[in-house]
């Protein structure tokens, strides 16, 4: 089977169409989803209507919970948090619902595969993912070899080796069966690595690597600008930042 993992897609509708383009290209038989389907960009209501046909599973992110009044706003830099609550203004009851089907984790049996947005054994604290020592807390809080996230918006590969050595990997990967894995997909609609292009990442059980798909960044940055929302939101994603 083989599974494109894609995260943090921040209602940005001209990403996710290239992503799903690209998807659909290389005749990828699942779709995961690992939370922010919303937040910062212009499109909310028709990014969650097509994370909600294409993908099989639907990871809830904190600008999700945030959209439906469940996640503390005061968490949110204030750019965020204008995008959130403008988000909140424009929302269909249709693309409420739809968030209110995420669900927090998700464990995919067949592949040995856990699903969260942010820590495995907190998803509902949205904690980020930064020092060896959070991956080594966060390796004992799921018990699958591979476990994907997303939420910093960085992609990579953290590898488990059986005596307890981590190391990173940025690109793809054969994966060992005597290793473990967290794999962060990176973002589809607001990538922070100084790579514009959207992100997301291929798993096929045995390999997994990075895409990287060029959309219209303009297209999405005018109607941010007509929808009024904060200039640095828009500005960066020109840079990838
Ligand atoms: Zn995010």
Redesign the pocket.
Known sequence: MSYAVIS?V?SNIEALDAVLEDIDNRKIESVLFT??AV?YGPNPNEVLASLRERADVLIA???DWAAIGLADLERFNPNAREAVLWTMGVLSEESKNIIRIFQIAKRLEEEDVFLVHSSPGSPEEWRYLITYSDAEEAFRQFGEGVCFT??S?HPFILERLPDGRMGTHYNSLELSRNCRYIINAG?VG?PRDRDPRACYVIFDGLRTEFVRVSYPVEKTQEKMRLAGLPGPLIERLSHGL
Do not use: A, P
Request: no cysteine.
């Open positions: 943090d921040h939370g922010d937040g992110g904190n600008h997303g939420h918006h973002s607001q």
